[in-house]
């Protein structure tokens, strides 16, 4: 992986939680199942890289895809029983959040030691990122987005 890649911001789970809220909201209303061109465009995305991104949630069986004229994409349950934790697990796999530099000349204490360093502080901050997001479901995010739509009004 280049140094440009490694700084890249990953929209992997932002746009995924999106399209499970989008989800939701289809299961709460009962207008289920959406079209993955549906989802792509509540995402403002291709509906090439929304597919992409469904693969992993349908194997963690967050999800469910029919296929046919009346088929699409619906949550595989409740949306009060999937953890944001879980979409994120799905969704990033072992990308860690960040990576320490490895190409730098250990020159001193900092330069020797600062990949190890950030290794151990990745680790600490994904184990606090799934904890917190393991702790919120989807219907509580959707829950959220409502009382903050009711306040917009």
């Not at 004229?69 to 072992?94: H, K, P, Q």
Request: with cysteine; aromatic share 4%; charged share 25%.
């Amino acid at each position: 992986m280049t140094d440009q890649e490694q700084m890249m911001i990953d929209v992997r789970f932002p746009t995924a939680l999106q399209m499970m809220l989008s989800l939701a909201l289809a299961q709460a209303e009962e207008v289920e199942p959406l079209s993955s061109a549906e989802l792509a465009e509540g995402v403002d995305s291709n509906p090439t890289f929304v597919r992409r991104l469904l693969v992993p949630l349908i194997q963690a069986g967050l999800v469910r895809s029919t296929m046919g004229r009346d088929g699409g994409v619906s949550l595989s349950v409740d949306a009060a029983a999937i953890t944001l934790g879980e979409i994120y697990r799905a969704t990033m796999g072992d990308k860690r959040l960040w990576t320490g530099r490895s190409d730098i000349p250990h020159r001193c204490v900092v330069t020797r030691n600062v990949e190890r360093f950030f290794g151990n502080l990745t680790d600490e901050v994904d184990e606090s990122v799934v904890r917190l997001l393991g702790g919120r479901t989807l219907a509580d995010a959707l829950l959220e987005l409502r009382t903050l739509d009711a306040a917009r009004v």
